[in-house]
């Protein structure tokens, strides 16, 4: 076994504390290659933010998982080459099983979620509660989730969304033990968050999606004061992105994101963790179909994967001081 420890890591605690007094959320980003997480660690340490670094269970088998607690550890001392220690996380994002749970646990993951969202409510509650006694063992936090996100991302997808019912949070956080809860509010999984027809469009023409329902969050926070509380499916899915993918030949029509102004307004509460992966992938995916269309002799992947990572640092930098409000708070 090794521990998240000996890797350089933190768990979650003592960030989410500090992030719901100071009114401010933590990034979590996902990853799932070397540029990706040069870009994220580049922008913390610049940004001095504290960070998350989030993998999916379908990252687990692109990247392979002794690679990707590796890569961790490598990203904590590359914070330390930069100048900058800042605290660091390595979450796993929609565990599907006591067993995948245990697995990251048992290989230097310091967080895990389990995600039970879609089961029956007991039984989400006997298979949360059964990771948080074997995760704290080892000092690790543990997120679970209650209510569902619609929308597809790796292998979590659900047709419609269930907002989390505040009346279940009590009894859900005081039988599992969880650290932090993630609810359903309004955000969405993917590039393509809402369809058309429940959007509205502004003066640009461009599609306005319905608001998050801060009604439910502020009720969940009465109910459960100062408990930390996650935000998934909450990418904002930048149109001059979604522009570029589509300029050189790309099709990502009508995908849309949630207002970074709510994701502001959301973070100055008990929200203390968002979760951001589609933004990376379309800022990534659009800085290399625009250097292999101007430059079609290009085929060193560092000539049009550089461009790509310089972007997503670029934008990681802006979430955490304008979006988040992570920055200065390592």
Do not use: W
């Amino acid at each position: 076994m090794t521990s998240y420890k000996e890797l350089g890591l933190v768990n979650t605690r003592e960030m989410f504390a500090k992030a719901v007094k100071g009114g401010y959320a933590i990034p979590a980003y996902n990853f799932n290659n070397l540029e990706q997480l040069q870009a994220i660690i580049s922008a913390c340490v610049e940004t001095k933010s504290p960070v998350i670094l989030q993998v999916s269970k379908g990252a687990r088998d692109y990247a392979n998982m002794n690679l990707l607690r590796n890569m961790a550890k490598g990203a904590t001392e590359y914070a330390k080459e930069l100048g900058y220690e800042i605290p660091i996380v390595l979450h796993l994002d929609h565990g599907d099983s006591f067993q995948t749970c245990k697995d990251c646990i048992d290989n230097g993951f310091s967080s895990v979620m389990i995600d039970g969202s879609a089961l029956p409510y007991e039984e989400n509650i006997a298979v949360t509660k059964k990771v948080v006694e074997y995760a704290h063992q080892f000092d690790v936090t543990v997120e679970g989730e209650l209510g569902v996100l619609a929308g597809i991302e790796d292998e979590v997808q659900a047709e419609k969304s269930h907002y989390t019912q505040p009346s279940e949070v009590i009894d859900f956080v005081s039988k599992t033990g969880v650290d932090s809860l993630a609810i359903s509010i309004g955000t969405s999984h993917g590039a393509f968050k809402f369809t058309a027809e429940q959007c509205t469009r502004n003066a640009d023409g461009i599609l306005v999606p319905p608001p998050l329902r801060f009604d439910i969050l502020k009720e969940i926070e009465k109910k459960l004061p100062g408990f930390p509380i996650v935000l998934h499916g909450s990418s904002s899915v930048p149109q001059e992105y979604v522009k570029i993918i589509n300029e050189y030949g790309g099709k990502l029509k009508d995908s849309v994101g949630i207002p970074e102004e709510q994701l502001r307004e959301a973070s100055k509460s008990a929200v203390c963790k968002i979760n951001i992966d589609s933004d990376g992938r379309l800022a990534m995916t659009a800085m290399i179909r625009k250097t292999l269309a101007e430059h079609p002799e290009v085929f060193d992947p560092r000539k049009y994967l550089a461009p790509a990572r310089d972007a997503l640092k670029k934008m990681y930098m802006h979430k955490n001081i304008d979006v988040l409000g992570s920055a200065g708070k390592a």
